[in-house]
């Protein structure tokens, strides 16, 4: 125990020096979070709407300010010719256009059907998907309130019947993409941190040639490894606090289990490092390790719903998605710090989290009792 203790202390003075590393597992894990958490968002807000009112009446401007009323659409952009649309959709200077026929009002007050177009570019799906909910509803709004009018003007005053939806929204009641999205950079911090400074460690000994040092001194490779991989764990673990508390500062309520989710943060930093020191067998120098390290974590990232909802991925990526630890402890981590359930609703991912942990880590261990992360490539 003298010995390993000895070999811990000094890889955490090894890793201090490294201010450029301690400096990037803290940025990861805070100053990370809150810029991807402000500016990664999937809400579509501020649209620029493009009108060609060819009828310009009252009815007509109060059709356009239906649109101009909500946060949705920031920007209006007024054409004289339907050439211009074409110009702005094309330059992506407009999001969508409302073109607004010269007999729209006519129509309407005559009772007969009024027609309006409206252009959306389609260069993003889910942009073009959002805003045409939104002019769904809106539209659906308008034409309800003319039908109410036109029964007014004609003295009938019942009111025309309708379904109100009561809408209860469970664990992000405003809606608020930032809130999951902070949830998501904690587990991403978890994969990149684990992952990188792992196989760096490991890497770099072999390139600078101190690797010799530490073969010959009484160390066995268990330990050389367990050494190395104390200060970068530790160094996370002690993250999860102040990543934890920006997260709540952003309003996620964090009221689940949180011995819960510390017990998976574990698992999962285990998973990556054991990733971290299987690349470290393959790589010949430090580059080619980091570049390695890229490939492995956007396949998991993507496959884990730290972006996307798994269930709408491809049937057969769902099922390479199950083999990735990041998807159980995203599982875990959105139940704890955002549904504020427990043990007893997560405690299947807890066990396929482990069990994926221990095989990765078996697997690094396989790859080391090879020699290969620490002497030649084998």
């Known amino acids: 125990m ?36 402000l500016a990664l968002t999937f ?19 109060r059709l356009v300010e239906r649109f101009t009323a909500t946060d949705y659409f920031g920007r209006l952009v007024t ?36 027609e309006v177009q409206v252009l959306l570019s389609g260069v993003n799906s889910n942009t073009a998907n959002a805003a045409r909910g939104y002019v769904n509803v809106i539209m659906e709004r308008f034409g309800h309130d003319l039908l109410a009018q036109a029964a007014a003007a004609r003295g009938i005053t019942t009111e025309l019947p309708s379904v109100v939806p009561e809408v209860r929204i469970w664990y992000n009641p405003q809606l608020e993409f930032k809130h999951f999205m902070a949830v998501s950079m904690i587990v991403v911090a978890s994969l990149m941190v684990g992952l990188i400074t792992t196989a760096a460690s490991l890497v770099r000994e072999r390139e600078t040639g101190t690797i010799e040092q530490l073969i010959v001194t009484p160390l066995r490779v268990e330990e050389i490894i367990l050494a ?19 997260a ?39 580059q080619q390790a980091l570049l390695i390290g890229f490939f492995v974590i956007f396949p998991l990232m993507f496959l884990s719903g730290t972006t996307v909802p798994v269930e709408s991925m491809p ?4 099922i390479l998605s199950l083999a990735s630890p990041t998807r159980y402890y995203m599982e875990i981590a ?33 790859r080391l009792a090879r020699g290969g992360a620490l002497g030649a490539n084998a």
């Not at 200060?231 to 990543?243: D, E, Q």
């Not at 049937?315 to 769902?318: D, G, K, L, T, V």
Request: hydrophobic share 60%; glycine share 8%.
């Open 2 to 37: 003298r010995r390993l203790a000895a070999a811990v202390r000094k890889e955490f003075l090894q890793f201090w020096r490294d201010r450029m590393l301690v400096a990037l597992v803290v940025f990861i894990y805070t100053a990370d979070l809150v810029i991807c958490t």
């Open 43 to 61: 809400d579509v807000k501020n649209l620029t709407l493009a009108v060609f009112d060819q009828d310009r009446t009252p009815l007509s401007a």
């Open 79 to 114: 054409v004289e010719r339907f050439g211009e649309i074409d110009r702005l959709l094309d330059k992506g200077e407009a999001d969508l256009a409302l073109v607004i026929p010269p007999d729209f009002a006519g129509r309407a007050t005559a009772g007969a059907p009024a």
């Open 228 to 246: 190395k991989a104390v200060p970068p764990f530790v160094i996370s673990m002690a993250s999860l606090v102040p990543s934890v508390l920006i």
């Open 248 to 286: 709540m500062g952003f309003g996620v309520p964090a009221q689940g289990a949180l011995g819960l989710f510390l017990a998976a943060s574990v698992l999962s930093l285990v998973a990556s490092m054991g990733i971290g020191v299987f690349i470290a067998g393959f790589a010949a120098s430090l």
């Open 315 to 318: 049937r057969a990526m769902q």
């Open 334 to 366: 959105l139940g704890t710090l955002l549904k504020g359930v427990g043990w007893t609703v997560l405690w299947p991912q807890l066990v396929a989290l482990a069990a994926i942990s221990l095989a990765v880590a078996a697997a690094g261990w396989a």
